[in-house]
Structures are given as structure tokens and as C-alpha cells.
């Protein structure tokens, strides 16, 4: 076994008590995605809570204009999370609702929007939290391949995420980053906005794959479920190979698990 699978002495989260929000498209889609975001922050030091009382951030409703329900999505998770240290999410998409669009919720309300912008202010993308908190400059994890990254919009332009992320790729033993031309580039997801707009948003996709394909990368990477599922599902339809993982699986050491999409991928083939 490499060296690099052991844990690392260096602790800097010790002594913080972190809630994990793991997102409904993580918890019905990919848990794997929250037990690599466990693993990240317990070798960090941290203590990790999972609140059960945690439901969806709203955001599909806010993107909607349902206001009502979106307020009532927040009143829930400022009630389940707004007791603990730190609140940390391996996405950026529901991270910048919590962080951004709260305290917006409750103008009519002084006294839930100060309770909305306390949490606001101590909610953090999963990698952003690691190193821009935590001040974590390594992993101790190996992947041997050529991986690309896609930067999701929500958290390269709410939240600022872009270094963290190849920070810590570029401490993962074997693997190599290969960039796109246009990485910041939207994948044509959008949550609501694939629904709404489906000709503009499979156009935007075509234009991300083929970038992604370009690269010669046989893995992509990203921080928010949502863009990698879109993305996994218009990279298997054109027949590419390039598998489609969560950042944090590979920086936890869990690249060997199946890609997404791959097992059903694999069915869909069998049945032919």
C-alpha cells in the first residue's frame, strides 16, 4: 500500500465541530460524494455532525420564485444547522443559496435574518473550507490518471472557488491536470434552467464535452453533483469513455469506486 494512503498527522481542523449538509442530489444520487466529505474532514480533525433534521437548501424554489416555499426550506435548515461551528457542503450550488440568498428570505423578519446571516457567514464549500479555513495544503490520497476540471458556476462566481480545488489535486500522487480551454464555462445545467431552456442548455453541454474530450483526459472532475451528473449522462450518450467523478471522492482516496453513471451505464450495455 502507498504511503499515501495513510492519514496525515497534521490535523488543522482539531477541535472544530463541523455539520455536514450533504445535498438531496448526493443523498438520493451519489452518498458516496458525503462519505468522502466525511473522510476529508475527519482527517482534517474535525468532528463531523450529519443534522437528520436537514432537508433541501430550496434553492429549486427560489430559481422558481417560489419565495414561500423557499423560506420555509431555509427556516428548517437555519433551525438544523445554525447551532454548530462550522457548516460545510461538497457543493457550491447549495452552499451559495445558504451563504447568499438567506438573509434575502427574511427582510421582513429582523430577527430570523440576523439568525439567516449568522448562518450565511459560517457556511463554506466543502474544498473551500479545507483550505481557505482550514489552511489545508495536502491530501494524502493516490489516482493514477489524467483528470480535467470543470469549474460550476455557483461556486467559482458566488463563492470564489477556482485555486482550492487544484490545490489540493496537485498533492494527489499519480494523477495529472490537464486543463480545458474554456473550464469556467457553463455546462448548460443550471438546475431549473435545463428544464426551461432544453435547446440552449443541450447546445452549451455539446460545446463543454467537446472541450472536455479535447483535453485527452480520461476523468473529469467538479465540485457540485448536479453539473457532473449532466455532464456524465452527454459524455456516455456520445459514447466517450472520460469517466465523471466529485472532487472529494478523489481526494479522499475513493477514485476506485464506480464512476457516475457507470453501473447503470454497464446495465444499459448488458441488456443489449
Known amino acids: 500500500m502507498s504511503d499515501a494512503s495513510h492519514r496525515s498527522p497534521h490535523q488543522p481542523g482539531r477541535g472544530k465541530t463541523v455539520a455536514l449538509f450533504v445535498t438531496c442530489l448526493v443523498d438520493l444520487f451519489r452518498p458516496s460524494i458525503g462519505f468522502a466529505a466525511v473522510k476529508l474532514l475527519e482527517d482534517a480533525g474535525c468532528r463531523v455532525v450529519v443534522p437528520e433534521a436537514q432537508t433541501c437548501c430550496g434553492q429549486p424554489a427560489y430559481n422558481s420564485g417560489d419565495r414561500?416555499?423557499?423560506?420555509?426550506?431555509?427556516?428548517?435548515?437555519?433551525?438544523?444547522f445554525e447551532r454548530f461551528d462550522h457548516v460545510?457542503?461538497?457543493?457550491?450550488?447549495?452552499?451559495?443559496?445558504?451563504?447568499?440568498?438567506?438573509?434575502?428570505?427574511?427582510?421582513?423578519?429582523?430577527?430570523?435574518?440576523?439568525?439567516?446571516?449568522?448562518?450565511?457567514?459560517?457556511?463554506?464549500e466543502l474544498i473551500s473550507f479545507l483550505v481557505d479555513v482550514?489552511?489545508?495544503?495536502?491530501?494524502?490520497?493516490?489516482?493514477?490518471?489524467?483528470?480535467?476540471?470543470?469549474?460550476?458556476?455557483?461556486?467559482?462566481?458566488?463563492?470564489?472557488?477556482?485555486?482550492?480545488?487544484?490545490?489540493?489535486?496537485?498533492?494527489?500522487?499519480?494523477?495529472?491536470?490537464?486543463?480545458?480551454?474554456?473550464?469556467?464555462?457553463?455546462?448548460?445545467?443550471?438546475?431549473?434552467?435545463?428544464?426551461?431552456?432544453?435547446?440552449?442548455?443541450?447546445?452549451?453541454?455539446?460545446?463543454?464535452?467537446?472541450d472536455i474530450a479535447t483535453t485527452g483526459a480520461d476523468?473529469?472532475?467538479?465540485?457540485?453533483?448536479?453539473?457532473?451528473?449532466?455532464?456524465?449522462?452527454?459524455?456516455?450518450?456520445?459514447?466517450?469513455?472520460?469517466?465523471?467523478?466529485h472532487v472529494a471522492e478523489v481526494l479522499a482516496g475513493m477514485g476506485d469506486i464506480p464512476a457516475i453513471g457507470e453501473a447503470a451505464a454497464s446495465r444499459a450495455r448488458a441488456a443489449e
Open 68 to 80: 414561500r416555499d423557499a423560506r420555509a426550506l431555509a427556516t428548517q435548515v437555519i433551525a438544523a
Open 88 to 124: 460545510v457542503i461538497p457543493s457550491g450550488s447549495c452552499g451559495g443559496m445558504i451563504a447568499h440568498h438567506f438573509p434575502a428570505l427574511f427582510d421582513d423578519d429582523p430577527e430570523m435574518r440576523a439568525r439567516a446571516e449568522a448562518l450565511a457567514g459560517k457556511t463554506h
Open 134 to 210: 482550514l489552511g489545508l495544503e495536502q491530501v494524502a490520497a493516490w489516482y493514477e490518471g489524467t483528470v480535467t476540471y470543470h469549474d460550476s458556476c455557483s461556486g467559482l462566481r458566488e463563492l470564489g472557488i477556482k485555486a482550492q480545488p487544484r490545490k489540493l489535486l496537485a498533492s494527489v500522487a499519480g494523477l495529472k491536470l490537464t486543463e480545458m480551454r474554456n473550464p469556467e464555462v457553463c455546462c448548460g445545467f443550471g438546475g431549473t434552467f435545463c428544464v426551461k431552456y432544453p435547446a440552449i442548455s443541450n447546445a452549451m453541454l455539446v460545446d463543454k464535452t467537446g
Open 219 to 245: 476523468t473529469l472532475l467538479a465540485g457540485d453533483l448536479g453539473c457532473l451528473m449532466n455532464m456524465a449522462g452527454k459524455l456516455q450518450r456520445e459514447g466517450r469513455t472520460v469517466q465523471v467523478r
